[in-house]
């Protein structure tokens, strides 16, 4: 490794960005580094996002709650996290951590500001109960695997994914280190999958969006080109959920809303109705 003789400082400093893809956005203080308001559309959600993992799993609850016919209409404005969008300070007052998802919710005589991906997923189970158990073990067994989600993921994402496609150099130790932690998880969930069609049970939940926007596209071959790597085929139970969850229509088109990368036909940098799915992707208007 080419930093095998690094000592650390009593003190750490910052100085300089530490390389890597997205080293101009990272920084060791928070707030806001510039005014500008968010804009707002006619529904009651607003909701600023990017589809990364944590962005699509809120957009898939929103498809889903509308596909199931609740009133779930919302407005999905694009945050361009390369540019620093998560950084103004309309965006900082509704998440003070700069980081996607946030939502506004506009139904209730004040403004309710709601981030955090989880927070978000059971902010709108609760409201229009539907995809979370309202009690008993199902619900205590949907959140077990929701929040086991939150915590595993940034080893998937911030540790494995940082330094297998993102870093400036390949380091053998940190892949290795975090390539073992990412098929531990791998290797929990095929367990789990083993005995049940979804992650908590008989029924699809929030626990499934939650985790399938990481896990399941890992497995298909949609992050950090790294399928191959962790042999995610041998996973045969999370291989056929992953496959399961993916044809879903909900879920196809959540992982359009706000995407502003790959394929044009499946890029809808905003979403403001139904029909902007077939007259707003990027093929249609290009640009």
Known sequence: MSDSTYTPPDVWTWEAPSGGQFAAI?????G???????PRGQHPFQLYSLATPNGVKVTVMFEELLAAGHAAEYDAWLINISEGDQFGSGFVAVNPNSKIPALLDHTGDTPLRVFESASILMHLAEKFGAFLP?????RTETLNWLFWQMGSAPYLGGGFGHFY???????????DRFAMEAKRQLDVLDRQLAERPYIAGDEYTIADMAIW???????????????????????KHVMAWAEKID??????RGRMVNRSFGEPEMQLHERHSASDFETRTQDKIGG
Do not use: M
Request: proline share 11%.
């Open 26 to 30: 990272n920084r060791p203080i928070s």
């Open 165 to 175: 496609a993102y870093a400036p150099e390949k380091w053998q130790y940190p892949i």
């Open 32 to 38: 806001a580094t510039h005014d500008k308001d968010l």
């Open 134 to 138: 309202k009690s008993g073990p199902a």
């Open 213 to 235: 926007p990481w896990y399941g596209q890992l497995c298909l071959g949609r992050l950090y080109n790294a399928a191959t790597f962790l042999d995610v085929a041998s996973y």
């Open 247 to 252: 044809a879903r229509p909900a879920v196809k």
